[in-house]
């Protein structure tokens, strides 16, 4: 899905973003995309050594970036040297998406149409915005609210008192009570006087035959999406940061936290009230302890428990009594 559906862009040229830099090329941009998935006539950002790789085969024509690592990135890309490279981003998400910061309430809410989503089992008091798609064989629970754009498939089951926005959901999907997905997600640069809000302009992305349990928060990404892979289960209060990526096949007990952009990969099991820090990689078939707080990457295979985390053998011997 390229254009974004959830959010109205402002068309601004970056040399009235960044007035000190002198540009070789025409400096319109179509949108702003992480390394990974940005294109030709799209701005991007490159603030840590550990993305030099994504940094290397990036597309953007343009990249918020610093002076230490901007020789990673292709000579084809222009650099925009900066002293901080997500604050400048965040500036730069608000100017062109503007309200991005902030959850206002959708004002185009209104009462489903039984019209309009034949096939669907609607509770009392659901409101539902405008261009919002169900499939055929939903139910959707009292007091639930559907934003605006929000895609549902089919067989899917709400709960009660959930919210959705800025959120694409596949088929088969369970999302029991009192859930929250999609909104905005914990992200700000400290500044002296006041904190700058983070923009959040991702969506997040439940792939099909996904069970969410009761109270659970999910936050959409802040510019890649926050993506739940096919056939995971999460149990009640499981708390997902922005841009995280869960695999498939994964089982995550209660009360487990993940930090922003982590990624876990498949067949993943993680015991109740587990950490898991921001920007780390968990591989293939790892299974985590429950209370273990895991502070560094994870190979494929592995078996750790602790703070920090250890291999599990390590873990039963230091705490032998």
Not at 188 to 214: M, T
Not at 241 to 255: F, P, Y
């Amino acid at each position: 899905m390229k254009k974004n559906i959830f959010f109205k862009k402002k068309n601004i040229k970056l040399n009235s973003l960044f007035p000190k830099v002198s540009f070789k090329k025409n400096t319109k941009i179509d949108d702003i995309k992480p390394l990974h998935i940005a294109d030709v006539n799209q701005l991007t950002f490159f603030e840590s050594v550990k993305y030099k790789n994504l940094a290397e085969k990036t597309k953007a024509s343009f990249c918020i970036t610093n002076k230490k690592i901007e020789k990673f990135l292709p000579k084809k890309t222009e650099k925009i040297i900066v002293d901080n490279v997500l604050l400048e981003l965040a500036k730069a998400l608000k100017a062109i998406y503007p309200g991005s910061d902030i959850d206002h309430n959708d004002i185009y809410l209104n009462a489903p149409k039984a019209k309009k989503f034949r096939g669907v089992i609607f509770g009392n008091n659901v409101l539902v915005g405008n261009n919002v798609e169900i499939g055929k064989n939903s139910e959707i629970g009292s007091n639930t609210i559907i934003e605006h754009n929000v895609k549902i498939g089919k067989n899917c089951i709400i709960g009660y008192g959930s919210i959705i926005r800025k959120s694409i959901i596949g088929d088969n999907v369970v999302i029991q009570d009192n859930c929250k997905i999609g909104q905005k997600g914990f992200g700000f640069i400290p500044l002296k006087n006041k904190n700058f809000k983070f923009p959040h302009i991702g969506k997040v992305v439940i792939k099909n035959d996904v069970e969410i349990a009761s109270g659970c928060t999910i936050d959409r990404g802040s510019v890649d999406d926050t993506i739940i892979g096919q056939n995971t289960y999460l149990d009640n209060q499981v708390h997902i940061a922005h841009n995280v990526q869960i695999g498939s096949n994964c089982l995550i007990a209660g009360q487990v936290g993940f930090a922003g952009s982590s990624v876990i990969g498949n067949d993943v099991k993680i015991g109740g009230q587990a950490g898991i820090s921001g920007h780390l990689k968990v591989g293939n078939n790892v299974k985590i302890g429950g209370g273990s707080g895991v502070v560094k990457d994870v190979g494929d295979n592995q078996i750790i428990m602790g703070y920090p985390a250890v291999s599990f053998k390590e873990f039963i011997k230091k705490n032998k009594r």
